[in-house]
């Protein structure tokens, strides 16, 4: 059975950096579609990164783009997170989730869809003002 497993939240001021981690077990990691993605208080989860297992593309929420960054290291079976710049409305669960049929570009309409293999526990990041 595939697990996935996320680390690394906190509380950090708005203007400060932090980096999630999401490590896999259960099946070969480089198989897999990686994505972030996270829920404020109130509101839908939304899709925040993805990094495909195939040729190793990459999708950003544009919330996100040029301060949020996904990597994703095979050997380790771990997938990162680091977020730069934070703001207080970056504050949410973050979750991990994983598929072999996603891509990068697909992840976001899949999970919508409910179709996604995969999911974590999820880490709280904090961002205050």
């Known amino acids: 059975q595939v697990h996935v497993a996320e680390s690394g939240g906190g509380v950090v001021q708005a203007g400060g950096s932090l980096r999630l981690s999401c490590a896999t077990s259960?099946?070969?990691?480089?198989?897999?579609?990686m994505g972030w993605f996270r829920q404020a208080p109130g509101k839908e989860r939304e899709f925040v990164a993805a990094?495909?297992?195939?040729?190793?593309?990459?999708d950003y929420a544009r919330s996100v783009k040029g301060r949020f960054f996904i990597s994703r290291d095979d050997a380790k079976s771990t997938v990162y997170l680091q977020m730069n710049s934070l703001k207080p409305e970056d504050t949410a669960v973050y979750y991990c989730?994983?598929?072999?049929?996603?891509?990068?570009?697909?992840?976001?309409?899949?999970?919508?869809?409910?179709?996604?293999?995969?999911w974590g526990q999820g880490t709280l990041v904090t961002v205050s003002s």
């Open positions: 989730a994983a598929d072999t049929l996603a891509t990068a570009q697909t992840m976001d309409e899949m999970a919508q869809r409910g179709l996604l293999e995969v």
């Open positions: 990094v495909s297992w195939s040729d190793g593309s990459i």
């Open positions: 259960g099946r070969t990691f480089v198989s897999d579609t």
